[in-house]
């Protein structure tokens, strides 16, 4: 054995091979100091923001600690949210009140159940089957964000337009009391087109309110085959409450635009028909004034001279009443193509026998095409 402490045995080291003394960053080849920066997409993408954390902490501990009460119900619904949405909240919850008493009048309770589930939900789509009341609410507690984003979508005809501006228009009736709604029901009711004969049919035609039937048969935008079914609708409606309803005949005939039924049209509506309903309606002395108003109208149209008479009756009239679009409906037995002779020959029986057959088919309306097609006054 070798006694590695004795100074006899131990004799100096062999001197080291001669290297380079070079940094980790001057080797051959680049710099072989770590880079940090290789996993940084990785990195990035797990950091989280304070704001993120503070949000998802906030959803997983937040609490309804807010009533809302309407008249004799409440609803409860987080403060701080309900806070961050509203102007009004924010003036009338001082000094951390938990309680807020909204006014009956101005604010309803299908509104503010869907307004406090939007706020919920802030990030989803609209709903629209309740804009209205939405809005009317959203409205009222200054969410202006909420406000701007409906306004913007019931400017869009494309999305409110036949048996959505319909629906619409009745549940701005349902809010009539809110003022700032005012309006928005007759704008909706004039953008039903095709959608109209088919509404016509149904018993929310014969239940709307006179205001309304005279708003949405005075539009333009009413798909029919002839001025004829805008008449006769005019009639279900009356006739449908007739001891009742008598006394609105006056205003309802009005905006029937009797010029388009041509003169024979007119003429013929002079006595009795064969049907009984309709005979209630033509019989009625305010009927008959309209009806001989219309024909004064045609003919000073149809003669469209220089005399004094002409020129002072064409001054009340303003314009000549406009054709309301057209349409040819294949499952109508009397719908005819706009140039045809017989165009508008058909009776009040046959009208009510096309509803019934719009009753078994009713989504067909989406299928017509609504034109607008010039009216030649002969």
Known sequence: ??????????????????????????????????????????????????????????????????????????????????????????????????????????????????????????????????????????????????????WYCLELPEEFHDDRAYIVSQDVLDLRSIKCLQGLDTIMLHRIRCFFLTLVSSIQFIELCAEHVCDLLNSDELAVNSEKEVLFAAVRWLTHDWPSRAEHIGAVMQVIRFPLLLRNGIIELRRPTDDQVLNLVIAHPEFQRVRRHGLSDFCNICCNNDTEIYKQHCGSLKSKPSRRLFICHDLCTYHRHHDDKSLGDFTYKHFIDYLEVLQKSPKSWKCLKAEEIPFTFE
């Open 1 to 150: 054995m070798i006694d590695l402490e004795s100074s006899s045995q131990v004799g100096e080291l062999p001197q080291e091979p001669s290297i380079p003394l070079l940094a980790l960053s001057e080797f051959e080849g680049g710099n072989q100091r770590p880079t940090w920066d290789i996993n940084s997409e990785c990195i990035r993408e797990k950091r989280l923001s304070l704001l993120s954390l503070m949000l998802s902490s906030w959803k997983e501990n937040a609490v309804d600690d807010l009533t809302l009460i309407l008249g004799s119900r409440k609803l409860r619904c987080n403060r701080f949210m309900f806070l961050c949405h509203s102007k009004y909240a924010l003036r009338e919850l001082a000094k951390g009140r938990c309680e807020l008493v909204l006014p009956e009048d101005r604010v309803s309770w299908k509104g503010l159940k869907v307004t406090c589930e939007w706020m919920k939900k802030s990030n989803e789509l609209l709903e629209l089957r309740n804009i209205a009341y939405l809005l009317s609410t959203a409205i009222f507690l200054e969410i202006e964000h909420l406000v701007r984003q409906i």
